[in-house]
DNA sequence: CAGTGGTCTAGACCACTCG
DNA sequence: GAGTGGTCTAGACCACTGA
């Protein structure tokens, strides 16, 4: 058994389960720092044996690793030891899209296009309070700081309201884009935000094995008549981003 | 076996592991109504009889919807179903505390002391730009809507700039106190919000058997001349709480 | 005190992957 | 192709809890 793993041990005296005592114990290791990134833990089965229990022990323990993003990898090449992502915290104060907050955090925002299209929706026909066969522009899209996927987002715009967007690829800014070539003023919007555990879609986009916490936002921008121009679902990878907000007395 | 429970079945010709076709099937069963708050699921012997599978198997699908909150109970009396709490929306534009935000929701806030005493805490001291031995009123609160604990709060508040706090009992609204006791005049603050896994003693106050996605606050409330005054770290429940803002264009 | 879920074992077969 | 984790089984003992 390498050295940094000798150490471990479990007790069948004491009152909890084997597998958090290693849980436990392997959690210190990688806190600690002495596993880093991409560190091997030794394969299960060896480690069940080196500590005198079964391997479905040791492996609930790897479990719950993975569980909580820390352990990843899989076949030939075994339990690999990741990252934490670092969180970014953009000072957000008035609307602004994601394009304009990577920018001030010095960051390069890139724009992964899955979906762009017109489609008519009953459920954003009421949202918009729109005719039912009202047409929207539908993008989703990856949005990434520095190559880091950081949010998953949908977002439907009013091609009445907007029918420049009906041209839009989908690529970078939509407020500019509004702001610009639709020449509307934007007035404002609601916003909601809830803390959520991923979908499988949005944790196979962040490279998630298992749903992590998320904040999920909700925006409803507006443009100064009062008339709903944007929608947005924006779903962001709770290990990275911190939202902040001003609030005045 | 009873009839609710009768067309669940598995199939080892399909590709997805059997405990997760049976977790699927139980999912359905929750989210269709067919099973109802307080209703039993089998005992997992028996459903593993009867379906032709390990007890293992089936236990690993009760987990997961233990592990989603949606089954509790123990020993005895089995595993029972549990109802999602309903979210409350609490509209937030300026600068207003717990029991405000519920009274415009037309709930009872209730409020839970576990801690109020004074201390001195190097972090504190920093964080305020205090000397480290600077004194500090230290509340730790479980505030609840309606009886249902919705946040765990720690809160500091600075004993040389409101004096008078130190004669809290740390019940009803502390921004009430600061303004008609201390009379200080509240100049803004500085919040963020992060989505998070509720920590055990978090998991404890909300009653969850695992840790769940949760708002954390961080909020720096500072008099209008700019000195802090206030600082507080609250926690809110995911499934119980949605944050509602309004953004200026 | 009987039945429940929590934990653990020893062993097996599989799909995948990397050397 | 050898080694890895993913899944599954059959069986066992335990602590707890509610009837």
Redesign the interface.
């Known amino acids: 058994m390498p050295e940094t793993f000798a150490a471990l041990q479990v007790d069948t005296e004491i009152s909890q389960p084997l597998w958090r005592q290693l849980y436990m114990q392997l959690d210190d290791l990688l806190t600690s720092g002495a596993l880093r990134e991409g560190a091997s833990l030794p394969p299960e089965r060896d480690l069940a044996e080196y500590l005198g229990v079964s391997r479905s022990t040791v492996k609930r323990s790897y479990d719950q690793l993975r569980h909580d993003q820390r352990l990843g990898g899989r076949g030939r090449g075994g339990s690999v030891v990741r990252k934490p992502p670092e969180?970014v915290?953009p000072t957000l104060?008035?609307?602004r899209g994601f394009t304009e907050e990577m920018r001030e955090l010095g960051k390069t925002a890139t724009t992964n296009v899955l979906q762009c299209e017109i489609v008519s929706d009953r459920r954003m026909a009421s949202i918009f309070q729109r005719p039912s066969n009202a047409q929207f522009l539908h993008v989703v899209r990856i949005r990434e700081g520095d190559g880091v996927p950081m949010t998953r987002e949908l977002a439907w715009y009013d091609l009445s309201l907007a029918p420049e967007m009906a041209f839009w690829n989908g690529s970078g800014s939509a407020y500019e884009r509004l702001r610009d070539l639709c020449r509307l003023?934007?007035?404002?919007?609601?916003?909601?935000?809830?803390?959520?555990?991923s979908s499988p879609l949005e944790s196979d986009a962040f490279g998630f094995d298992e749903p992590q916490?998320?904040?999920l936002f909700k925006?409803m921008t507006r443009i100064?008549s009062g008339a709903l121009v944007e929608y947005v679902e924006g779903t962001?990878r709770?290990d990275a981003?911190?939202?902040?907000?001003?609030?005045?007395?």
């Open positions: 969180r915290q104060g008035p609307l003023e934007l007035g404002g919007a609601e916003q909601s935000v809830e803390a959520v555990l916490p998320c904040l925006r100064r962001f709770g981003y911190v939202y902040r907000i001003e609030l005045e007395p």
